[in-house]
């Protein structure tokens, strides 16, 4: 196996994201290209991830599963520059990573055992009922979470009337909405989600314009990033309130 990307930056970025949900992930390669499905250790959110193989400038590879820690990866490939070349190869139990710009510079990397399910994100995703879809602006996506942040721990999505709101309440609030700002579709709905999370993802929207959602009433959150090749998605579970 051997495959290489060319200017590596955002590659870079989206497996830091990556790594604040999961430490370690099955890198999966084959026909299509390069693919991470992994879910966080506390089973509330799900990422996955895919690089088609039109996006690497070689791609030799049959059927290929490395077990990577995110951690040692990340730290690696930060080591490469913004129009270096990335080149990526499997020799035995070691991930040969190469850099090449005006030097020439290579780091191993262990290949490792990834416990837990294997998961078919596109399967997953498609067994979930979503009633309402947004298409909005990356910028105010950003600071619409920054902002529930400030006064929360958690923010509602909510679809009234053909507005899209993102409101946090506690003993103080904050409150976004949106009408022709977004293109907002579906039914009126609510659901609320955990900020920590939301915030880890909005580090995805930051490398793109558009970002997409979907969600029902007290449903789980998709959310969905094209970055150039590179597409990114997440499940996030809702937080549904208890009575006492």
Do not use: W
């Not at 990340?74 to 129009?83: D, E, F, P, Q, T």
């Not at 990397?109 to 498609?126: A, Q, Y």
């Amino acid at each position: 196996m051997l495959v290489k990307i060319e200017e590596p930056a955002h590659f870079t970025k989206v497996i830091e994201i990556i790594s604040e949900l999961v430490s370690e992930v099955r890198i999966k390669l084959n026909e299509f290209g390069m693919s991470i499905t992994a879910i966080d250790p506390a089973n509330v959110a799900l990422v996955g991830f895919r690089l088609p193989r039109s996006a690497f400038s070689q791609f030799e590879s049959g059927h290929d599963i490395l077990g990577v820690n995110l951690d040692d990866l990340k730290k690696i490939l930060k080591r490469a520059g913004a129009k270096s070349s990335l080149i990526l190869e499997k020799k035995e139990n070691q991930l040969e990573i190469r850099i090449e710009d005006k030097i020439r510079r290579k780091f191993g990397l262990n290949l490792i055992e990834v416990e837990g399910e294997d998961i078919d994100f596109e399967e997953k995703v498609s067994r979930m009922m979503f009633s309402a879809k947004v298409e909005m602006n990356s910028e105010d996506f950003i600071a619409s979470v920054e902002d529930c942040g400030v006064v929360a721990d958690a923010c509602s999505f909510i679809i009234e009337d053909g507005k899209f709101i993102i409101e946090a309440k506690e003993m103080n609030s904050a409150r976004s909405e949106f009408s022709d700002e977004a293109n907002v579709s579906g039914e009126n709905c609510k659901s609320r989600f955990s900020l920590e999370y939301l915030a880890k993802f909005a580090k995805g929207s930051k490398l793109t314009d558009k970002t997409n959602l979907q969600f029902a009433n007290d449903h789980p959150l998709g959310m969905h990033l094209k970055i150039d090749a590179i597409e990114i998605s997440f499940i996030l579970a809702p937080r549904v309130e208890t009575e006492n």
